[in-house]
């Protein structure tokens, strides 16, 4: 059973910096793809970027260039480092294992709103 513990969220104002962190529970982390999704409210929560446990990264078009993940093992951390944000950016977000399944649980998320 993976506990997931978000933090790092706040208010900024657009143009501004943040750095968002997970904390993992369980041994699977080092043998897991990680991931960091967003939810509007209403809505389903969307992956933004994933890291494999090799480092391989993904990121979505509206984030690239932007947006950093990166993850210590040893830690059992993730990380999101999130630069020149955007208002559009504002949202909940979660880290989870990616693919992410109906059964696997989720944490409490952290707010990220930037102001414009």
């Known amino acids: 059973h993976v506990q997931l513990v978000e933090s790092g969220g706040g208010l900024v104002q657009a143009g501004g910096s943040l750095r968002l962190s997970c904390a993992v529970s369980g041994n699977i982390f080092g043998r897991v793809t990680m991931g960091w999704y967003r939810q509007a409210p209403g809505e389903q929560r969307v992956l933004v970027t994933s890291i494999t446990n090799s480092g391989r990264t993904y990121y979505g078009d509206s984030v690239k260039g932007r947006f950093t993940i990166s993850r210590d093992n040893a830690k059992n951390t993730v990380y999101l480092q999130m630069n020149s944000l955007k208002a559009e950016d504002t949202d909940v977000y979660y880290c989870?294992?990616?693919?992410?399944?109906?059964?696997?649980?989720w944490g409490q998320g952290t707010q990220v709103t930037v102001s414009s």
């Open positions: 989870n294992i990616y693919p992410v399944t109906p059964y696997d649980s």
